[in-house]
């Protein structure tokens, strides 16, 4: 996400963070206490985007070639496996202790996730998404993963929040425990 304020259709920062964790934007949130940006550019892989075009449309600054991206149709080409491979490839190429993956869950296809605010058709099937998290979690320098945008208030039986735990579960069981 990476909008400016003064693109963003309805203002919301989660449009933004993007944006904001590489130094972009207001000064106050995209140099916290003056330390500069949260993430460098050559640490972020953008994986999967495919609302580009609707961006432009409200002015959002495109992605700027310092950051790795692998749009939909790059990973819909590759295959998703293949496609998240070359991301955790490009990520564990820099030096670094890791790498944290921010799964936004509208990158999902509209048709199985309709629980997210901001729907678009297309997107990656629940096999998919499974590919590319099994693949971005089985790495040892994975460090952590946070799920997002998923709207309870969208999924009154909770049928869809139960198939988002199931793939996430199938794409965390990539990680072997630690034998101590």
């Known amino acids: 996400d990476f909008y400016q304020p003064e693109a963003e259709p309805v203002g919301e920062a989660a449009s933004m963070d993007l944006a904001l964790a590489t130094g972009r934007g207001p000064r106050p949130l ?52 293949t496609a998240a491979r070359e991301a955790v490839d490009r990520l564990t190429g820099v030096p670094g202790p890791g790498y944290w993956i921010h799964l936004d869950v509208d990158v999902l296809d509209d048709v199985v996730m309709p629980a997210v605010d901001y729907r678009l058709p297309g997107g990656l099937s629940w096999a998919e998404l499974e590919q590319v998290l099994h693949t971005a979690l089985a790495d ?11 709207n309870p208030r969208l999924d009154p039986d909770g049928s869809i929040a139960a198939r988002l735990a199931q793939c996430l579960n199938r794409g965390l069981s990539a990680r072997t425990p630690v034998q101590g």
């Open 140 to 150: 040892e320098r994975a460090t952590g993963i946070d799920v997002t945008i998923f």
């Open 30 to 81: 995209a140099d916290l206490e003056g330390r500069g940006p949260l993430v460098r550019d050559e640490d972020v892989v953008v994986f999967g985007f495919r609302d580009a075009a609707e961006a432009a449309v409200f002015g959002m600054q495109p992605l700027p070639p310092s950051l790795y991206a692998i749009d939909f149709d790059g990973v819909r080409a590759a295959g998703a496996a």
